[in-house]
Each structure stands twice: as C-alpha cells, then as structure tokens.
C-alpha cells in the first residue's frame, strides 16, 4: 500500500459525459502528479501540482483540467468524454516536486467509456 | 513521438537466471532515469534509477546501466525470482526541468518461471 488513495476504483460512462477522478495523496506530501495509461503504453504524464499550484503540465487536452485543494488532495476532471479517453489514470504524489523525490502510486482509476 | 521506448513487450526467464530489460531514449537533454515495477491492479513502485553522471547503479538484485553514447539503459536483475513478474517501465526526466515530469515507456512484461 503506497498511501496514494484514489476513487472510484472502476468508472464506466458514455461519450460525451463528464467524471472527476479524486486523489488524496500520502501523507506529508505537498505534490501531487496525474498520469494516463492507455491500452498498450506507457503512463503519460498529464499534469503535477504543487501545494495548490500548477507545476508542470503535460500532454493534457483542453477538456481535462484539474486542481489541488488547501487540503491537498486533487481532483481531475475530465468533460465530453470521448472512446479515446478510455484508459487507466494514475495519481502520485512525492514529497516536494523535484525529479530525485520518489513519487509514489495510487492504485489507479480505470475509466470506461462507452 | 515517443521519447523512451521499450521495443520489447514481453521477456520470459527461468527462475534463477539473469533478466534484462532494455529501453532506448531520443531525448539527449535526459539526465534521470529510473525504473518502475508494476503488479496488476496496483500502481508502480519505484524500483531503481540513475544519474547521468553514472554509467552503473545497483541495489541488491537489481542493477541499471546508462550508456549515454548509444541512449540505451538496461536494467539487469540476478537471480530472477518468480515474484519479479511484472510489468517493468522505464522512465526518464530532463535536466532543465526542476519538476517531477516523468516520461514513461511502454513497458515490458517480465515473467520469471519456477
């Protein structure tokens, strides 16, 4: 158990909709990262937050955005779902933001949409 | 355009032999490597990385090299055993980025037979 807890588990939707994915990273660590995992690749980087602040940005389309509250836990949001988005989503979180800081995973939030 | 890649998606070793997991970079501003191990339904952990300023790291088992010429990394793990099935990433960071941005690739999926 790394101590990254994400929810839901499973989501399954339709095109077109919207979901918020939560994350509530471990505790005593201020950055909070958000990855995507498609079928077949690698994890992609979609965004990193700092103590309530935007960080790093990654490949992240203009329909997902996302925060990170005073109590640090984040949220991703993800609106007019399309079948592409289907995939795993993975929520980190280190220490301080730096890349020598061990970032350590949730278990993952695995989206379906139909 | 996938900036680390692991052209092998799948590796099979007898329990008590050598793995090598291989992964290949373009991006020469890369200086931070790092490997991560994956169980189904859990997230990644990290296992090892490794500086550029080094050509060698190792942890027990595990060892990863970094031939910065060819832009080649390998993770060695002696003895496999059959609790290292899983599937391993590699990852990198670059030098200019004072973020935890990592860049992931596909992944290979190790299977150690008893």
């Known amino acids: 158990d790394s101590g990254v807890t994400q929810t839901p588990k499973h989501l399954i939707t339709a095109t077109g909709q919207r979901v918020t994915l939560r994350c509530s990273p471990r505790?005593?660590?201020?950055?909070v990262y958000w990855y995507q995992q498609s079928l077949d690749q690698g994890l992609q980087f979609l965004i990193q937050y700092y103590n309530g602040e935007e960080r790093a940005k990654g490949n992240i389309l203009e329909r997902f955005s996302a925060q990170q509250f005073p109590d640090l836990h984040s949220e991703l949001n993800l609106s007019s779902l399309e079948l592409g988005d289907s995939a795993l989503y993975f929520c980190?979180?280190?220490?301080?933001?730096?890349?020598?800081?061990?970032?350590?995973f949730g278990p993952g939030t695995r989206l379906t949409v139909l | 355009d996938q900036q680390v890649k692991q052209n092998s998606p799948s590796l099979s070793v007898q329990e008590g032999r050598i793995s090598i997991l291989n992964c290949d970079y373009t991006n020469s501003m890369f200086d931070y490597f790092l490997w991560y191990k994956k169980y189904p339904a859990e997230g990644p952990t990290f296992l090892i990385s490794?500086?550029?300023?080094?050509d060698k790291n190792e942890d027990g088992r595990f060892t990863v090299f970094l031939n910065k010429s060819a832009k080649h990394l390998s993770l060695h793990i002696v003895p496999s055993q059959p609790g290292d099935s899983a599937v391993y990433f590699c990852a990198a960071s670059e030098g200019s980025s004072n973020t935890g941005k990592l860049i992931f690739g596909q992944g290979t999926t190790l299977q150690v037979k008893p």
């Open positions: 980190a979180s280190s220490v301080v933001p730096t890349r020598y800081n061990e970032q350590f």
């Open positions: 490794i500086s550029s300023i080094k």
């Open positions: 505790s005593g660590d201020l950055s």
